[in-house]
């Protein structure tokens, strides 16, 4: 069984539901708490396993490249006033030097358009992960993505894992929802329907393990619903001909990509920040 050990994360969204603050800052370097929402999502790959990280970026995401690179003249004061912690903060979590690139995704296409502009950089003999930031997991050591490698590791060879939850039925028409046959594996699946239309309301929640067999589907997947590539059709198309299975999140799960969502998130890190939480239930309970 193929080792999995390279991820992409597509960060070449607009952030358009977080403007004016993402007109000039990419929405995956908003902080929670004090830490950037992409820091989050590279740290549970690293938690993973992965070894290999592609960013998929677009124009104005130099923020994310600066911060997996060193700053010297920040880390030079720091570590004159001897502030050994705030310099371990920036440096300790780091990538190795030449496991990371950075992809420019020239149009804003879609996120089946974005990981196909990663296809060159993937091993086209090898399963990758993909993992959307801004669906923000809550940390914990063993997290979803690995029981989604130790479930990929159970199955056949050429098998795809989707990381999934259970949500309201009035919601299945902000994602892609599965079909599952009795067996638990996904015999069909549907981008964003309508709650009439929706046949379970298992949600497909950022998390991926794709064969590199993905980018034939992708290359010939016409635009879908907002005039996008949507990953979800070729998948669609790809799970008829090689076998899709699915875990469930076992960890709190955020939506950052909505400003309420990154709101409630910023509040649950913050109240499970045992150095704060005091403070903030005190804050809370202010306001309310």
């Known amino acids: 069984m193929s080792k999995i050990t390279t991820a992409i994360f597509p960060v070449g969204g607009l952030g358009t539901r977080f403007l004016p603050a993402t007109k000039s800052m990419p929405k995956e370097m908003l902080p929670i708490a004090n830490k950037p929402i992409i820091q989050y999502a590279f740290e549970e790959a ?17 923020a994310i490249n600066n911060h ?16 050994n912690q705030e310099l371990a903060s920036v440096i300790d ?26 296809r060159n950089f993937v091993d086209q003999q090898q399963p990758f992960v993909v993992i959307l930031a801004d669906e923000l997991l809550m940390p914990q050591q063993q997290n ?11 199955k056949e060879v050429n098998a795809n894992i989707l990381g999934v939850d259970v949500v309201d039925k009035s919601e299945t028409n902000k994602y892609g929802i599965l079909q599952i046959d009795s067996n638990d594996r996904v015999i069909n ?14 949600a497909i929640i950022g ?4 064969q590199p067999q993905i980018f034939d589907y992708l290359a010939i997947t016409p635009k879908g619903k907002g005039g996008e590539i949507q990953l979800t059709d070729a998948m669609q198309k790809m799970c008829q001909d090689y076998p899709f299975y699915y875990q469930k999140v076992n960890q709190p799960r955020f939506d950052c990509g909505s400003v309420l969502g990154y709101i409630e998130a910023n509040i649950a890190f913050a109240v499970a920040d045992n150095k704060i939480n005091n403070q903030v239930q005190q804050l809370l309970k202010k306001y309310l």
């Not at 998390?207 to 794709?210: D, G, S």
């Open 46 to 62: 690293k938690l993973a396993g992965i070894e290999r990280f592609i960013f998929v970026t677009g124009r104005n995401k130099n």
């Open 68 to 83: 997996f690179d060193h700053s010297y003249e920040l880390e030079a004061v720091l570590d004159r006033d001897n502030k």
């Open 93 to 118: 979590w780091l990538p190795q030097a030449g496991s990371i690139c950075f992809v420019r995704q020239q149009q804003p296409l879609g996120l089946g358009h974005a990981i196909f502009c990663a």
């Open 144 to 154: 979803t993505l690995s029981k989604m490698i130790d479930l990929y590791q159970q």
């Open 189 to 202: 699946m549907i981008e964003k329907p309508n709650p009439s239309e929706a046949p379970s309301n298992m």
């Open 207 to 210: 998390r991926y393990i794709l």
